[in-house]
């Protein structure tokens, strides 16, 4: 299983981001997919999931502000973040659960003027 993120970098706040995750390995269009995301000296938190039938749920804290989505002929995984604020600066995982935990390396999103 591979899991690759990208997309990540230094935004204004309130702009906005779209982070992919390219994943191989594994039957992608079977998978509930998420993302967490983690900030140094914090644990990694919960960040969204979308189901394999396309189910979406989102934390509080990103709520009405992102959208994840899923390309299944490309095997990819997205997360689009809108009005993003200085709290949102961390690096941002994909994450499958496939016989065990698979994450990918991380891209880091820095929300800064």
């Known amino acids: 299983v591979q899991l690759v993120e990208s997309g990540g970098g230094l935004v204004q706040p309130g702009g906005s981001l779209r982070l992919s995750c390219a994943a191989s390995?594994?039957?992608?269009?079977?998978?509930?997919l998420r993302w967490y995301r983690q900030v140094p000296g914090k644990g990694r938190e919960w960040v969204a999931t979308?189901?394999?039938?396309?189910?979406?749920r989102y934390s509080d804290f990103l709520k009405g502000r992102s959208t994840i989505s899923r390309d299944n002929a490309k095997n990819t995984l997205y997360l689009r973040m809108d009005n993003l604020n200085p709290e949102d600066t961390a690096v941002y995982y994909c994450?499958?659960?496939?016989?065990?935990?698979?994450w990918g390396q991380g891209t880091q999103v820095t929300v800064s003027s």
């Open positions: 994450h499958v659960f496939y016989s065990r935990d698979y």
């Open positions: 390995g594994f039957p992608f269009s079977l998978y509930d």
């Open positions: 979308i189901q394999h039938d396309e189910i979406t």
